[in-house]
C-alpha cells in the first residue's frame, strides 16, 4: 500500500520539478520570495528578544528551538501535502473528477498537483533557527536523545500533514472551506512557533488536546531541553509525540476515506 502511494508520489512531483526546472530565473526568485517571507517570521522572533531575556522562562536560543521545529515541521509538510488545500477548486472545476478515474491514489494526484521546489524557501529559515538553537542550548546529547530528536522531527512533519490533509476533507462537505483550512494550518504554525506558555491555558489546553500542535514543536522541546512544563501539565506528554502523530494521521486518512464516500461528481 505505501509502495503503491509513494512511487506515483515521487514520480509525479519529479514531473512538476521539471517543468519548473526549465524556467530557472523564475524559480529562483519565487524560492527567494518564499525564504524571505518566512524570514520575516524569524526577525520578528529576534525583534522581541530586542526588548526581552526571555519568554515565560524561555531564553533566546530556547525559543528558537520552538521556532525550529515547528517551522522545519510545517514547512516541510506544505511542500510534501501543501496542495491538498486547493480541493475545493478542483472539485469545483471538476478535475477531481478525473484523479478519480486514473490509476493513481486520489490523495497523492492532490498533493502532487503543482508541486513546486520553490517551497524550499520556506524551510531554510526553520532549520536554519533549528541548527543554531540545538548548537547553542545545553542539551544532554545522549544516542538515546539524538535517536530521538529524528523521531521528533519525523512525527512533527507526519501530524501537520495530517493536520492538512484533515483540514481538506472539511471541502467536501463545504467547498468554500480553504479558509477555515488555513486559519488551523498557517494559523497553527503562527501560534506554534513560540513557547505554548505565553498563551493563556485555554488555547494550550485546545492545541494539546483537540488539534495537537503542541505536539510539533513545544512538547519536543521540553523533551529535548529535559525541563518542567511552566504551565504545570503532566510530563508524560513529551513522551507521547510519535503516537499522537500515527494517531493524528490514522483520524486523517479516515476523514478522507468517509470525504470520498460522500463526494458527488459535479457533473463537469
Known amino acids: ?14 514531473i512538476w520539478c521539471r517543468a519548473f526546472a526549465q524556467y530557472p530565473a523564475s524559480l529562483a526568485l519565487l524560492t527567494l520570495a518564499q525564504l524571505g517571507a518566512t524570514g520575516s517570521e524569524l526577525v520578528a522572533v529576534l525583534f522581541v528578544f530586542g526588548h526581552v531575556d526571555a519568554l515565560a522562562g524561555f531564553a533566546l536560543h530556547e525559543t528558537l528551538l520552538v521556532y525550529g521545529l515547528a517551522g522545519t515541521a510545517f514547512c516541510t509538510a506544505d511542500l510534501l501535502m501543501g496542495n491538498t488545500e486547493r480541493l475545493g477548486e478542483h472539485i469545483r ?24 521546489p520553490r517551497r524550499l524557501g520556506k524551510l531554510v529559515p526553520g532549520a536554519t533557527a533549528l541548527a543554531v538553537a540545538l548548537a547553542a542550548v545545553e542539551i544532554d546529547w545522549t544516542a538515546g536523545r539524538a535517536a530521538m530528536l529524528a523521531v521528533l522531527l519525523v512525527s512533527g ?7 492538512w490533509v484533515a483540514g481538506a476533507c472539511v471541502q467536501f462537505f463545504v467547498a468554500e472551506a480553504r479558509e477555515l483550512a488555513n486559519s488551523v494550518t ?11 506558555a505565553v498563551y493563556a491555558r485555554d488555547v494550550v489546553r485546545a492545541v494539546t488536546f483537540v ?6 514543536s513545544y512538547q519536543p522541546a521540553l523533551y529535548l531541553l529535559d525541563r518542567p512544563d511552566p504551565l504545570g501539565l503532566w510530563p508524560g506528554l513529551r513522551h507521547l509525540c510519535p503516537a499522537v502523530a500515527v494517531l493524528a494521521c490514522v483520524l486523517a486518512a479516515l476523514a478522507w476515506r468517509a470525504g470520498l464516500r460522500r463526494y458527488r461528481s459535479t457533473g463537469s
Do not use: H, I, K, N
Not at 500500500?1 to 519529479?14: G, Q
Not at 472545476?93 to 513546486?116: E, I, K, N
Open 211 to 216: 488539534v495537537p500542535l503542541a505536539f510539533v
Open 1 to 14: 500500500m505505501v509502495e503503491r502511494a509513494l512511487v506515483p508520489y515521487v514520480r509525479l512531483a519529479w
Open 157 to 163: 512533519t507526519a501530524l501537520c500533514c495530517a493536520v
Open 186 to 196: 498557517y494559523g497553527g504554525q503562527a501560534l506554534t512557533e513560540y513557547p505554548l
Open 93 to 116: 472545476s471538476g478535475a477531481f473528477d478525473t484523479m478519480l478515474v486514473r490509476p493513481v491514489p486520489p490523495l497523492v494526484q492532490l498533493a502532487t498537483d503543482g508541486f513546486s
